[in-house]
């Protein structure tokens, strides 16, 4: 009985591992449906075919492993239960049939292979995700990063600088920026033929202060808005508590994931508004400008289609976007992405490790880079920036001298060189070096040769460990009183296995016993402050260095337990009081340039978090359906379909090969 | 008084056929040849961890240890995958890994399987109705999501011997059911009941009297529980479940997918692994249909 037993699972065995062979040696079928005719979008085809391809950190399996594990059944992927609750998610009498050519396919989105939020569509909740709101709802402006003046914009986008007004005519700020006034444009609807008018911006505010801290922006809008009121239907006049230049920018003008949405006050009024899901496809829910609406939700996909009573084509705005539906796949593993990008199921995707992007351009010729002729590195730079956080509330790491040792312990050009063959660049400042950033940088180059952030020296380190009391034992790992230095490593989700065991690898060679997990509550934990270091992109950067260096003000501390706005947990009252005088100047005002040395001075003396390398948005693009993506030839965005600040953009431009 | 002779001349010749110890066991394999290939197959493979580590630097199975993205060569025999790792030392660090989160949840899967096998076997009643249900019941929970859920809860950086530990926690439902079913079986022999009737306690009938003729059982299950434990560890390392500093071979594999290896035609990278997995099952399967044959004398095939 025992040989029939262990013959069985030996079967199993060698049926697992040729079923996963063959199956990763095929191209994967895309769980995309072709013409949706019954109401329910597919189930999740892939579950059976693949494997390996299963995601990585969610704790519900989305894909079949082949391998099974003694005489039980391979797990099996369901849809979310709550895609059957009592909102519809789908179209009642199904889907119109679109050609592949008239639809365009984006697997983008934060979760692998199913979305985790696809009951919902209220941008304000903190579980949602950008999986389609992104693009449904319009700001008041988008923002260019890669504006310059020699860029000319492609015809029919308005404005003529870095700032494109959308849903807004234009804002202007009183004399000490206390307060902004907000024109909109006239004509505008919601997807419901209601109007967009002034008092939906003052409901939103109101509606986000009045649920501080609980919703997205909450807090901000709290800390910020002293009053906002709607002076007639198009115009609305928001005071804040102290001046700001920067609020304009930094919340109503959307670029890559920066800022938010004005949301309808006929659907939002009189609802929870903590737990409003805002997603019902029957009655026509999110109500949004957009040019789409929503018609299917499930967990695997979701589908928008065109709106043809879009108020920009009736006001004569702009013309109506070329594509008739969009569709929205979760986020795949990176081999998978390369393999419906070869395929043509998919026409982007989120961007790519760089090995795997030789292997791309050696197999299609229809993906297309932001670089000219597909050269390294391959993207642009992003306003994320890739920083090593220490929770600085937490012994040892509340010594910014061990934090030095720390950094010393680093070879940011190993990493380069390893991890993006040589295509990536040492980053030595807390924030991303856009092009009308570089005069910041350039004037931190003095700060920087007095507390130099690229110095690799492990010498350094033994020199500050020991002086701090800290011996290497038996295995040559720092340790006091014979417990370990302890060093977690922190890696958010689905980005960073590339450099994150780098990182390790070069600490333990250092004497840190250093390990790293990915875990999927990555944000819970470091929020809360049960966390050593951490991996993950910083907050993109606007203008000015402001943004970057508001994530240290200590206003974003709290005990380690509670949620932090911010996982830093540093406090610097100096520092606190230099970020707030930025906040109320003008960015061209020579006291700003000043102040911002200053600020520099002690965040490069007390290093909260270590600068890394540049992040370059890999984001590749398919030609064989849609061109006119963004490019460094044609820069009218920056940025990947998941983005807010992109997404809709490259919606409207891109037209049919 | 043919018959007795030839009885005579037969015991003599079965007592000629019998010598003990070493040369008991090489003569068992001449005629059992699965054993014994199974015997060197596992055994090959428990051997390449200490030898290996004598002849090659393991420390080069970290990152940053040799150019990344080699093919294989006469300095890196196996190449080296994108970040750094030298793919022999891999093994060479790597296998004894793999094998041990197998080896301790198998065990452990065991000695609870046992333990609980010959309790409710021995004693039956309301305790062996628990337990059998307890088992049945869990035998049908579908044990990767199961252990999908559990290793993605786990605080902290997930060690090898929690790996062990969490396969453990569903390797035991077999072997109870084995153990088990002998015990149930063997309880009935009449050297038992002179044992107990000759006053010993359960206890020591257990032991002294049981545990002995359930030895090739316990054999034949622990090699079967090790060999599902090591592929749940697999499946749970492709995944990134599993202990992601450390290289074991389910790792490897992680590794090699992340960073689209087979695409990338980077064949020195995913197909060692998969090979060491095909010989170490081939092994195992050698192994369990040589106990077999131990346990089963009717299934000898030569004598």
């Keep these: 009985m025992s040989a029939t037993l262990s013959r069985r699972s030996f079967i199993a065995a060698w049926t697992g591992t040729l079923a996963a062979f063959a199956a990763a040696c095929q191209s994967q079928a895309v769980p995309v449906p072709a013409a949706p005719t019954s109401g329910v979008a597919a189930k999740p085809p892939a579950a059976t075919s693949a494997p390996a391809q299963a995601a990585t950190a969610a704790p519900a399996p989305g894909a079949t492993p082949a391998v099974a594990a003694t005489s039980a059944p391979a797990a099996v992927a369901t849809s979310a239960p709550a895609a059957t609750a009592a909102p519809a998610v789908v179209a009642a009498g199904g889907l119109p049939t679109v050609a592949r050519n008239e639809t365009l396919i984006m697997t983008v989105s934060d979760t692998f292979t199913q979305f985790q939020d696809a009951p919902l569509a209220n941008p304000f909740l903190r579980a949602i995700q950008r999986n389609g709101w992104h693009f449904m709802f319009e700001p008041l402006f988008f923002w260019n990063p890669y504006w310059t003046r020699e860029v000319k914009w492609p015809a029919g986008v308005p404005g003529n600088e870095a700032r494109i007004p959308w849903l807004a005519e234009s804002a202007a700020y009183n004399a000490d920026s206390s307060q902004l006034t907000v024109k909109l444009r006239s004509g505008i609807t919601w997807s419901d033929g209601q109007p967009f008018t002034a008092r939906d911006i003052v409901f939103t505010l109101n509606m986000l202060k009045d649920n501080s801290p609980d919703l997205l922006f909450a807090f901000d809008m709290k800390t910020w808005v002293k009053d906002v009121t709607a002076a007639d239907d198009l115009t609305a006049r928001i005071t804040l508590n102290t001046p700001n230049p920067q609020f304009l920018g930094r919340y109503f003008s959307w670029f890559q994931d920066n800022g938010f949405p004005i949301v309808p006050e006929h659907i939002y009024k009189g609802q929870d508004q903590k737990t409003f899901a805002n997603l019902d496809i029957e009655k026509g829910w999110p109500v949004a400008t957009g040019p789409w609406k929503l018609v299917s939700a499930t967990a695997d996909q979701k589908i928008f289609d065109r709106r043809d009573d879009w108020w920009g084509a009736k006001t004569g705005f702009r013309s109506l976007p070329k594509m008739k539906r969009v569709i929205v796949l979760p986020r795949m593993e990176d081999a998978k992405k390369v393999q419906v990008m070869i395929n043509n199921d998919v026409d982007t995707t989120h961007d790519l490790f760089p090995a795997n992007i030789p292997a791309l351009l050696d197999r299609t010729d229809k993906a297309i880079f932001w670089v000219d002729g597909n050269k390294q590195p391959y993207g642009s730079v992003s306003p994320s920036t890739i920083m090593i956080g220490f929770n600085n509330a937490k012994p040892p790491y509340d010594d910014p001298d061990i934090r030095r040792a720390i950094n010393h312990a680093l070879d940011r050009k190993q990493v380069s060189d390893v991890v993006y063959k040589g295509s990536g660049q040492v980053s030595e400042l807390p924030f991303a070096l856009l092009p009308n950033v570089i005069p910041f940088a350039d004037a931190c180059a003095d700060l920087l040769k007095k507390y130099p952030v690229d110095a690799p020296d492990l010498n350094k380190t033994a020199e500050i460990m020991q002086s701090k009391g800290w011996q290497k034992d038996s295995e040559g790992f720092w340790a006091k009183d014979s417990q370990r230095f302890p060093m977690v490593v922190l890696l958010s989700p689905g980005f960073f296995q590339d450099i994150g065991p780098i990182f390790v690898t070069q600490w333990r060679k250092a004497g840190f016993d250093a390990s790293f997990k990915s875990p999927t509550d990555f944000n819970t934990l470091t929020q809360q402050g049960n966390v050593d270091v951490f991996i993950r992109f910083d907050t993109a950067l606007f203008q000015d260095p402001w943004v970057s260096l508001d994530q240290y003000h200590s206003r974003n501390f709290a005990p380690t337990g509670q949620d932090a706005i911010q996982p830093y947990r540093w406090k610097n009252t100096e520092f606190d009081t230099l970020v707030d005088k930025l906040s109320q100047l003008q960015n061209n005002d020579p006291v700003f340039m000043t102040t911002f040395q200053q600020a520099m001075e002690i965040w490069l003396r007390e290093l909260p978090a270590l600068p890394t390398v540049k992040w370059y948005l890999r984001v590749p693009f398919n030609l064989t359906y849609w061109q006119g993506w963004p490019n460094e030839k044609n820069p009218y965005v920056c940025g990947g379909g998941w983005h807010r600040g992109a997404a809709g953009l490259i919606l409207h431009n891109v037209t049919p090969v | ?303």
């Excluded at chain 2, 399987?113 to 049945?136: N, P």
């Design chain 2, 1 to 303: 008084m043919r018959a007795t002779v030839s009885l005579a001349h037969s015991a003599e010749h079965v007592r000629r056929r019998e010598p003990s110890g070493l040369g008991a066991l090489v003569g068992y394999c001449r005629r059992n040849p699965q054993l014994l290939a199974g015997i060197v197959i596992v055994g090959a493979l428990l051997l390449v961890g200490p030898v290996g580590s004598h002849l090659i630097d393991v420390r080069h199975a970290q990152p940053l240890s040799e150019v990344p993205s080699q093919p294989p060569s006469l300095a890196t025999p196996f190449g080296t995958d994108d970040q750094g790792r030298d793919l022999l030392a891999v093994m060479v660090a790597g296998l004894p890994l793999t094998l041990t989160v197998g080896f301790l949840a198998g065990a452990i899967g065991l000695c609870i399987g046992t333990f609980l096998g010959l309790t409710s076997g021995f004693v039956g009643g309301v305790f062996d109705a628990i337990i059998r249900m307890a088992v049945d019941t869990l035998l049908t929970v579908p044990a990767l999501l199961v252990l999908i859920i559990i290793a993605a809860s786990i605080k902290g950086v997930i060690s090898v011997t929690i790996m062990g530990l969490v396969i453990a926690s569903l390797a035991w439902m077999n072997p109870t059911r084995t153990i088990r079913a002998q015990v149930l079986t063997l309880r009935e022999r009449g050297y038992i009941d002179l044992a107990r009737l000759s006053g010993m306690s359960t206890l020591k009938v257990i032991v002294s009297e049981m545990l002995p003729n359930l030895l090739p059982y316990l054999a034949a299950g622990f090699v079967g529980a090790v060999s599902s434990a090591v592929l749940a560890s697999i499946g749970l390392e492709a995944l990134g479940l599993g202990p992601q500093n450390d290289p074991t071979v389910g790792m490897t594999i992680y590794w090699a997918l992340l960073f689209n290896a087979l695409l990338r035609g980077m064949w020195w990278w995913w197909l060692p692994p998969i090979l060491v997995v095909v010989i170490l099952f081939l092994g195992l399967l050698l192994l369990s249909a040589g106990l077999d044959e131990i346990a089963n004398p009717r299934h000898r095939r030569r004598v």
